[in-house]
């Protein structure tokens, strides 16, 4: 069944798939967009089914050959003009996507923003993507060089629908591979603006395909098709396991898994106590709590424990919840009201293990998906709201006596995506830093994504890393190249 085409308004992008260059009607279930903030449609999308999907790798297929033949500088040109696309209506797509995803104006804007920045920094390596030359005799040529792999596909989920589209998307296009990006039914339309910008700047048809739709058949189309030489996702655990099942199956190919986390914060009683407070806060309650990132569990030295549960909790009772497009509102909706209950569910588990409820801990009365900032002291850590994954606005607050347990009980977690220690000691964050299974550990900030450092998981968050260096290479094989340059190598066999 099929919508009737809409458009999208911004750089001529409509909501239904962009295959080959063109929108084209897709033969999936239209999807109804819903806005989290409001409850009410935003816009009815025309969905690809898996057939679509077949053409859309068909076509990266095809237009293969020509980009990766391109130069270096070349692709970055035209990444850097894909990056200029969205720049020009950060503020309108940060409308969107606040609408859409339901994140705060703000929030919305700094993914834009770092989506066009992402793409800028990779256009910086696709003319830098250097292979070796091997030390070897005066008479050979010795050396390894970098290739694309093929047709990617790109399977994005809905917490930063733009942004994280453009971490994969970036490297792969700069290393001379072409994509299908599967965004989350729950927000498609900013990865169909992206569409829009790659047909303004003239990209040629083929190099990045948009397939909306449901992932079981969409994303599992592009994953099983034999074209398909890698899969980039980014999701939970459980599709991650399937979709790398999938790849094994019909490859097997490579696969790329960014999956949840549990991430630690750990307040050490010499941390400058504001700022801990206030930065443990903002890492867990940022996009109301539903980053793979999110520091939901803090660890705080017993000695500041009950003045961390004070400030935090006075702080996390006078944020303002509201609407995404409201530019008071410090926390937005969560994405969907099954999410709304699944969160609060939680909650009310971890009460009933005997976990006090600091702050929060019930949905907003109003329409929309909100759920209030929620404090948890006394959770026993085995309780599921502190060993699972919750996406969305919830801490438990455990104390701890010394620094080896608490890295135990930080570590105590099938996830390592990332962590946040607040302390003065120098040689603690070291030592600390090391001892954390994590991708990624920052030291007195909350902030632990920066597209030039590596991003993923240790354990069960994943294997293989969005952003920086490091990320290229999951988009590249290598190959040895030998020549042997005598003269008459082989006349020694009489030949
Ligand atoms: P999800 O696993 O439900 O969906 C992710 C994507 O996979 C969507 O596009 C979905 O349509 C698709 N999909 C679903 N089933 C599929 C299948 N059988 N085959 C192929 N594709 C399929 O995840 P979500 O709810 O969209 O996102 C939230 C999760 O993502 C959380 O667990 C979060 O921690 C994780 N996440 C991780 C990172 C990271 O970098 N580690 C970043 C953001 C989000």
Sequence with gaps: MTASTTSIDLLGAEARPFIAGRFVDGEGETIRSREPGTGRQLMEVQAAAAADAHVAVSSAAEAFPAWRALSGASRAEFMVRLAGQLRAIAKDLSVLEARDAGKPLAEARIDVLGAAMTLEYFAGWANR???????????????????????????????????????????????????????????????????????????????????????????????????????????????????????????????????????????????????????????????????????????????????????????????????PLDHEAQMGPVISDEAADRIVGYVENGLSRGGRAVAGGHRLERAGSYVEPTLLADVPLDAPVASEEVFGPVLTVHPFDDEELAVRQANNTEFGLAATIWTRDVRRAHRVAAALDAGTVSVNTPAVVSVEAPFGGFKLSGFGRDLGRDSLDGYQQTKHVVLDLTEGVFDAYGI
Aim: positive net charge; charged residues 15%.
């Design 129 to 323: 993507v250097f292979g070796d030359l091997l030390p070897g005799g005066d008479q050979t040529l010795d050396y390894v060089r970098r290739q694309p792999l093929g047709p990617c596909a790109l399977i994005v989920p809905w917490n930063f629908p733009l942004l994280i589209a453009c971490w994969k998307v970036g490297p792969a296009l700069a290393t001379g591979n072409t994509v299908v990006v599967k965004p989350a039914s729950a927000t498609p339309l900013s990865a169909l603006v992206l569409a829009g910008a790659a047909a303004k700047v003239g990209l040629p048809a083929g190099v990045l395909n948009v397939v909306p739709g449901p992932g079981a058949e969409v994303g599992m189309a592009l994953v099983r098709h034999p074209d398909t030489a890698k899969v980039s996702f980014t999701g939970e655990l459980q599709t991650g396991r399937t979709v790398m099942s999938a790849a094994a199956a019909a490859g097997p190919k490579p696969v790329t898994l960014e999956l949840g986390g549990k991430s630690p914060a750990l307040i050490f009683d010499d941390a400058d106590f504001v700022p801990a407070v206030n930065g443990t806060l903002s890492g867990v309650y940022g996009h109301a709590g539903q980053k793979c990132a999110a520091r939901t569990r803090a660890f705080v030295h017993r000695s500041l424990y009950e003045a961390f549960l004070e400030r935090a909790a006075t702080i996390a009772k006078s944020l303002r919840v509201g609407d």
